[in-house]
């Protein structure tokens, strides 16, 4: 083995402390956690009794599916949404210009995820900017209801996640050889053809780090479903928020926070294996 | 014979550059055609323009007799071998041929018999399953090649397509495409910036220079008649001279070396002698041959293509002859003086 000298180490160190200290051991914590329950005589005791609530209360598994399911359609529209924007400023946009766009593009991270949802309830309430327009043309009398729906929770989701696929794509994109694309259509290819036998396929690697970004960004958001969401657009994450602050069961939370991961994750992993992509390739 | 392709007068302007100038050609039904020039002199957009890829700013492309004014690359009748050859890294040998035939309304197992034809003509059946990542450089070209053919192309467009592989390699693919062209008899027009690719395999070569067509002829008659001082400089090996004078048939060249050139209706400026023109130890009685001594500077030994490189006493011009292949000059070295002639017909003059 080679020798390490003392820079080794001192660099090493602080790495080690971050990982051990504010990811491990917090993990750790928490799941150890998640095994403790209280039961009938006030004792705490190790059991799996906050994981099997879960499955018991059809009320978390059935939120928990809403909630996936609603990331994984988010995470898809987010795709289609971006993957033209990002073609289009890798590929028809020159360089000079292009870097600008994602600049503009960034706006949004730099302002924070509160102030643009209050943005979009300015624009999305009852008398906001979109009804009031519409209004005004005399297209509709009353306001079309778009605010506290899963519509505006939607809409919130997508817009603070798209960046998050945009990016990656677009790396992706960047390496793709436009001669491969001329070379399609010089073969007889249609447009539709060459996206989706030549560049899609390309760019599946920077797609699926794209995708497991934005997944895991929505399934884990909190403020987007709890503002823009309406009463009946539960969001799992709002669950686990209510153990830990409002019935202060915090094994139970930490039970459900780790289901989520869980989940999500086998989620994450159902998809990479359906789609033949591989983790090492998606990291890089 | 039939012309299948037709260019007319065709311009390409590029904002303040003139990419391609008033180039007109025709190309002959199952011919060879090279355009051969140096880089950056126009070629690819030459190319680009006849697939459809750039739009002509002036002039007309007719294929077939039909004008291809406005025709997107994936209705023309033309597929093009990209200079770096463009294959699909997602998709195997198979499926990289296969793919303009699954364009095309054909059925599945006409798809399976063509490539399969395609890759057993190019000497690559059992790489069906092969990603194209992992063939040779070889491989990859007669991919590509196999790939445009199959789709059987009035005319294959081929851009530098053998650039990119070692010197070796590119001998052998000379002739496998040459021979390749014969068999299935499709007009195949091939880019190159390399004379000795252009001149082995096609029947007509086109020199270009400067967006400018400078020669259209077949590859003898360039080598032996180039018509102006870029072609003769370029397509093959030669002593370039400048002329300071021409008086009573006289050429004299800029460092004063005097040669005999009757006959002229102009002046000349420059003067090019092939290598070969050279004629060591001439026997004296023939006709219209100067004869000048020289001093043996190196001998650059190149197995069959040994040459020498001489001093011209009379004017300290230095110049190229090769040795004849026969062993009768082998003991020729450093510091000999030899005799040379040149014929008055080997002496090629241009006016600019
Ligand atoms: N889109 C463009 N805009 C401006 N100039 C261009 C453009 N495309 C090519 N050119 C210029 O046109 C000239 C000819 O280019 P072209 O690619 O046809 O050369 P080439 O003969 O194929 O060279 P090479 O042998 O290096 O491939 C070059 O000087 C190039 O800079
Ligand atoms: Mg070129």
């Known amino acids: 083995m080679k020798k390490r000298n003392l820079t080794f180490y001192l660099f090493i160190i602080p790495v080690l402390l971050w990982l051990m200290l504010l990811i491990v051991f917090p993990h750790v914590d928490l799941f150890l956690s998640s095994f403790q329950f209280e039961n009938d005589d006030g004792v705490t005791v190790l059991s799996f009794n906050n994981y099997l609530s879960f499955f018991e209360d059809s009320i978390y598994w059935l939120t928990f599916l809403r909630t996936a399911l609603y990331s994984i359609s988010i995470t898809v529209l987010a795709f289609v949404v971006t993957f033209p924007v990002a073609f289009y400023l890798t590929k028809v946009v020159s360089r000079k210009y292009s870097s600008f766009f994602v600049l503009l593009l960034l706006i949004p991270i730099w302002v924070g995820e509160l102030v643009t949802i209050y943005g979009w309830m300015i624009l999305l309430s009852d008398y906001g900017v979109i009804n009031s327009f519409l209004i005004y043309l005399g297209i509709i009398d009353t306001p079309i209801v778009m605010l506290y729906t899963d519509f505006s929770m939607i809409i919130g989701l997508l817009y603070m996640s798209m960046l998050f696929m945009i990016i990656p794509v677009m790396s992706a994109l960047d390496s793709l050889d436009d001669s491969l694309i001329e070379a399609a259509s010089d073969l007889g290819a249609s447009k539709w053809t060459i996206a989706t036998k030549i560049v899609v396929p390309h760019a599946m690697p920077g797609i699926a780090s794209g995708g497991i970004m934005v997944f895991m960004l929505i399934i884990g958001d909190y403020v987007a479903p709890n503002i823009l969401g309406g009463k009946s657009s539960l969001w799992f994450t709002e669950q686990i928020y209510n153990f830990f602050l409002t019935t202060i069961n915090w094994s139970q939370g930490a039970a459900f926070g780790f289901l989520l991961l869980m989940l999500s994750s086998a989620i994450i992993w159902g998809v990479l294996k359906l789609t033949g992509q591989k983790l090492e390739r998606v990291g890089s | ?352």
């Open chain 2, 1 to 352: 014979m039939d012309h299948i392709l037709e260019v007319k007068d065709l311009s390409k302007y590029f904002v303040g550059f003139t990419a391609v100038q008033s180039i007109d050609f025709f190309v002959e039904e199952g011919g060879f055609f090279s355009i051969l020039g140096p880089s950056g002199c126009g070629k690819t957009t030459l190319l680009r323009m006849i697939s459809g890829f750039e739009e002509e700013s002036e002039g007309d492309i007719i294929i077939r007799g039909e004008s291809m004014k406005g025709i997107p690359p994936e209705k023309r009748p033309v597929n093009i071998v990209f200079q770096n050859l463009a294959l699909f890294p997602m998709m195997n040998v198979e499926e990289n041929v296969a793919f303009g035939l699954k364009r095309q309304k054909i059925s599945k197992t006409e798809i399976v018999t063509r490539v399969k034809e395609m890759l057993d003509r190019v000497g690559l059946n059992g790489f069906e399953k092969k990603n194209v990542t992992e063939l040779s450089g070889g491989q990859r070209q007669r991919v590509a090649i196999a790939r445009s053919l199959v789709l059987k192309p009035s005319i294959l467009l081929l851009d530098e397509p053998l650039g990119a592989l070692d010197r070796k390699l590119r001998e052998h693919m000379k002739i496998e495409l040459k021979l390749l062209q014969k068999e299935i008899g499709t007009t195949f027009i091939y880019i190159t910036h390399d004379q000795s690719e252009a001149l082995v395999m096609s029947d007509k070569v086109a020199v270009m220079n400067k967006g400018r067509f400078e020669q259209i002829d077949t590859p003898k008659n360039l080598y032996k008649n180039p018509k102006t001082s870029f072609v003769a400089g370029f397509v093959g090996e030669s002593n370039p001279f400048e002329i300071t004078s021409y008086e009573n048939g006289v050429l004299t060249t800029s460092h004063g070396w005097k040669l005999t050139k009757p006959n002229l209706d102009y002046t000349p400026l420059k003067l090019f002698i092939r290598p070969e023109a050279f004629i060591l130890n001439p026997t004296e009685d023939l006709e219209g041959i100067d004869v000048v001594e020289m001093k043996v500077k190196t001998i650059l030994f190149d197995g069959a293509n040994t040459k020498i490189s001489a001093i011209i006493t009379q004017s300290n011009d230095e110049v190229l002859i090769s040795l004849p292949q026969n062993a009768q000059f082998e003991d020729l070295k450093e510091g000999d003086m030899v005799k040379v002639g040149i014929h008055q017909d080997d002496l090629k003059c241009y006016k600019d």
